[in-house]
T-cell receptor, first 114, second 115 residues
């Protein structure tokens, strides 16, 4: 069975500082990896995903994540955060070739302070 | 594209009452999922439909829970004889059959509070 561990439940950071949200997964078979974001009072939205190919994937708003198979990690990074990045971030996995049954981590609350 | 809509957004009920939530997926999406999210946790998979067929149910879905998707469009999730432990956000998501890319489109959720 697959599982996801998000190592930090909360990450406080000042505006314009860099941030890393950590995610490790466990699976004996090939998986796809995702980061979803949940802004206050909104639904979950896909931020970025790794399916295959380049291990570094990027979002349109400056986030990036790198798939590291040997360390079974998919950490999310941003070099300079904004107040508007304050949200809950969820790492998730799904079996490649499956039917999109996502397994989520517990989430990391990113709080960006001025 | 109107997105996934869920109704009601909030429901407060007394223990022992029945509640029903409705989900309208994105119109061309033939896969529909229900998840449950409690405070401080990530969403947990409950059940999955492909068109009108319910293909998987989590062990989290006790006998008091039932989900339907009668015409392969909207879906309902009913909880009978609610308990305080059922208090959670119930999330619905949808996706296309031929896109096994893991991208689910989520609604804003239905928050249940059982007193």
């Amino acid at each position: 069975a697959q599982s996801v561990t998000q190592l930090d439940s909360q990450v406080p950071v000042f505006e314009e500082a860099p941030v890393e949200l950590r995610c490790n997964y466990s699976s004996s078979v090939s998986v796809y990896l995702f980061w979803y974001v949940q802004y206050p009072n909104q639904g979950l939205q896909l931020l970025l995903k790794y399916l295959s190919g380049s291990t570094l994937v990027k979002s349109i708003n400056g986030f990036e994540a790198e798939f590291n198979k040997s360390q079974t990690s998919f950490h999310l990074r941003k070099p300079s955060v904004h107040i508007s990045d304050t949200a809950e971030y969820f790492c998730a996995v799904v079996l490649s070739g499956g039917y999109n049954k996502l397994i989520f981590g517990a989430g990391t609350r990113l709080a960006v302070h001025p | 594209d109107t997105g996934v809509s869920q109704d009601p957004r909030h429901k407060i009920t007394k223990r022992g009452q029945n509640v029903t939530f409705r989900c309208d997926p994105i119109s061309e999406h033939n896969r529909l999922y229900w998840y449950r999210q409690t405070l401080g946790q990530g969403p947990e998979f409950l059940t999955y439909f492909q068109n009108e067929a319910q293909l998987e149910k989590s062990r989290l879905l006790s006998d008091r829970f039932s989900a339907e998707r009668p015409k392969g469009s909207f879906s309902t999730l009913e909880i009978q004889r609610t308990e305080q432990g059922d208090s959670a956000m119930y999330l619905c998501a949808s996706s296309l059959l031929d896109k096994n890319t893991g991208e689910l489109f989520f609604g804003e959720g239905s928050r249940l509070t059982v007193l």
